[in-house]
């Protein structure tokens, strides 16, 4: 393991998420320093066996959120597993769970009884929905959200409402909670104060949705229906050999891509230098280019559209994104040797810290790999950790 070099290096967070949501934020954390303790049942993590892998536990959706983190398997219902996670949280910056809030309270790790141990921690809670409100106790998953948050309706229509095929409800509300602790950690060395922070997944992906997507309804009384003309009009167009998407976006662009293609009528006829009558008629203009794309190959376009400096790329296929040349030319994506599952390919750290770089100290934890190791630094000896380990209230990795 290499020594933490980013901006959150000395914090010690204890995470008790799973799945996607917590998981995610807690690895940024780790990515940029912290030091993260994962807290899973004995039976581990769910996400561990979903998706792909070669080893039951390992799959690799759960590696590529869980990287930087030891793992110590606890049974939180067994009184001996309580009074390692009591002993824990004294040592510890932060707590982030997606335990539902009232689950955890009545395990005995409620806000005010960890806050008795830990006076001053920042008590973080990914949930589903605000605790203030009527959706609190309800499981939350991606496409519940997304459907709740009026995501789908924007995706789709409000007649026929479609799901991203991405967990992106999950991994916003993750850099959400990364952003969130981090924030009351910097409020914490500024003022000694500890506080409970709460991130639902809910507030936090329908508050995103409005900004653009609420449209005239975001005065009150509306001027004009929800949502926004360009993005129900932008689709992918397609040239003579393949994809292409472009974005001519300024007025000076759309005169630009016009004269260029030899259609300079187009400009007077869409009113695309002024920038209130260009959005008016954006489906047609964005018709018309359409029927234009065809006229080129992909290659063709991409020599004259950064000729004219008019925003576009070609589509990059999923199965190929590891060879998109800019994402390779920054090797975002790097081939990693993990000591129990081989070669894997994962994103780095995107933020770029330069006086404190983030940075891949240990890849994904076995379950329990670090069981033995976080209770010998909590002080306990030898014998106290094979009896926990025969009583079932902790579970070690061979």
């Known amino acids: 393991m290499t020594t933490p070099t980013g901006p959150l290096s000395g914090y010690r967070i204890l995470d008790l998420t799973s799945v996607l949501f917590g998981p995610f934020g807690t690895q940024t954390l780790g990515d940029w320093g912290a030091e993260v303790i994962k807290i899973e049942s004995l039976t581990g993590d769910s996400w561990r066996t979903s998706g792909v892998f070669r080893n039951r536990g390992m799959s690799g959706q759960f590696m590529a959120v869980n990287r930087n983190k030891r793992s110590i398997a606890l049974d939180l219902k067994h009184p001996d597993g309580k009074a390692v996670l009591r002993r824990l949280i004294p040592t510890a ?172 009528e187009c400009i007077e006829e869409f009113g695309v230098r002024d920038p209130v009558k260009r959005a008016q008629n954006i489906d047609k203009v964005y018709d018309r280019m359409r029927d234009i794309a065809l006229t080129r190959t992909t290659a063709e376009w991409e020599e004259l559209l950064l000729r004219i400096d008019v925003p576009h790329t070609a589509f990059t296929k999923l199965s190929q994104v590891g060879e998109q040349p800019h994402l390779k030319a920054v090797e975002l994506f790097q081939d990693v040797e993990h000591p129990s599952e081989g070669t894997l390919r994962q994103a780095r750290p995107p933020a770029r810290f330069s006086a404190s770089p983030a940075g891949v100290r240990r890849l994904a934890p076995r379950l329990g790999e670090h069981t033995r190791e976080v209770l010998q630094e909590a002080g306990y000896a030898e014998a106290e950790i094979e009896r926990l380990i025969e009583s079932k209230a902790v579970g070690a990795a061979a």
């Not at 309800?138 to 519940?144: G, H, K, L, S, T």
């Open 93 to 264: 910056d932060a707590l982030v769970s997606n335990v539902r809030p009232a689950g955890l309270a009545r395990l005995g790790f409620g806000y005010e009884a960890c806050c008795e141990l830990k006076p001053d921690l920042v008590y973080a809670v990914a949930t589903g929905f605000g605790q203030d409100g009527p959706w609190r106790a309800r499981p939350a998953f991606d496409e519940i959200i997304q459907a709740a948050s009026g995501f789908a309706s924007a995706m789709g229509t409000d007649d026929e409402p479609a799901f991203v095929p991405s967990l992106i409800g999950d991994k916003i509300c993750g850099m959400a909670l990364t952003s969130a602790v981090t924030a009351a950690l910097l409020h914490r060395a500024r003022t000694g104060q500890g506080q409970m922070v709460e991130v639902p997944m809910l507030e936090t992906l329908a508050a995103f949705n409005s900004i653009e997507m609420f449209g005239g309804i975001a005065f009150v009384p509306p001027v004009g229906p929800a949502g926004y003309k360009r993005m129900k009009a932008r689709r992918p167009v397609r040239t003579k050999d393949g994809w292409l998407t472009m974005l001519p976006y300024s007025g000076a662009n759309w005169c630009a891509f016009f004269e260029a293609v030899g259609h300079p």
